[in-house]
């Protein structure tokens, strides 16, 4: 008996140690990162067809559609066209990641901030009706004349409103880091807080803000378990720091994560479809690195 007491006891221990190691390898098991494309600027004038030929030929497997620009995709739209643009993408190699509105909720004035959140909600009905995941939205900046904590309480509440609304819909709310002051990841963070809805999530967005105070990864750590997709940049430059935001992008295994990142960049090469292709292979360099 007691031999065998001793063996339960041993056998027991062993098996708690895999099961450890098992979860601990679990918890660090890497992020599966996706490359697709923001239609602004490099595809601002281009139709849903050419957006899609074009991402297929270039690698990338995804697209946020920018709100405004040529495809037309907008929330004024009918059901013939939604359905339309809805199957196009199906028919596809190329997933409609979601909808990039200009939505924001730092106004001043009450009824300017209920028109956008009123918007928001069309472009949700509208993103999940096209097959997408989310609608990007953003803060805009901080109004004068009034304390910080005001607008970051009012914002944060806006979010828990919508994003309520987008979880009826099976929809993401992505808040892009964005703004003058808001794009400060402290605020953020404290915006953040405030929106504490599941459904809201930050897009991050490369910004030259994210390298204040102590750091990149410091500043990325205190957002990474809200991140849901990453607006990146023309690769092709060292502007930002790439190589040491892929390895933090590898341990974003939050349940909000979907693995996009997203190539968005305000200037426009001359040949737009030459510098996806670059991108992509500077891409695959990137992700190959960190084992992703």
Not at 202 to 227: A, F, M, Q, S
Request: proline share 4%.
């Amino acid at each position: 008996m007691s031999i065998n007491r001793r063996a339960f006891i041993a056998q027991s221990a062993a098996g708690l140690a895999c099961l450890s190691t098992a979860t601990a390898h679990s918890a660090e098991k890497s992020a599966e990162l996706k490359l697709g494309l923001v239609t602004y600027n490099w595809g601002k004038d281009w139709d849903v067809p050419t957006i899609i030929r074009n991402c297929e030929a270039t690698g990338f497997t995804g697209v946020e559609l920018r709100s405004t620009h040529k495809h037309g995709v907008e929330i004024t739209i009918d059901a013939k066209r939604r359905e339309d643009v809805r199957k196009q993408f199906a028919d596809s190699n190329v997933k409609l990641v979601g909808l990039g509105s200009a939505c924001e909720y730092h106004a001043v004035d009450p009824a300017v901030v209920k028109k956008n959140i009123d918007e928001t909600k069309q472009f949700v009905t509208l993103c999940k009706q096209l097959g997408g995941t989310g609608v990007k939205v953003r803060p805009n900046g901080l109004p004068k004349d009034r304390p910080v904590e005001k607008t970051l309480v009012q914002i944060g509440k806006s979010l828990n409103e919508v994003g309520k609304f987008a979880a009826d819909h099976g929809v993401q709310i992505r808040v892009e880091v964005h703004g003058r002051g808001t794009s400060e990841i402290p605020h953020m963070k404290s915006l953040m807080d405030i929106a504490d809805h599941p459904s809201v999530v930050v897009c991050w967005n490369c910004n030259p803000t994210d390298l204040k105070g102590e750091g990149l990864k410091h500043n990325y750590n205190l957002l990474r378990d809200r991140i849901g997709t990453i607006h990146i940049h023309d690769l092709r430059n060292d502007k930002y720091p790439w190589k040491e935001l892929f390895p933090l992008l590898k341990k974003t295994n939050s349940k909000s994560f979907t693995g996009w990142t997203l190539l968005e960049d305000g200037k426009v090469p001359q040949d737009i479809v030459g510098a996806m292709h670059e991108n992509k292979r500077a891409w695959d360099r990137l992700r190959k690195a960190v084992g992703v």
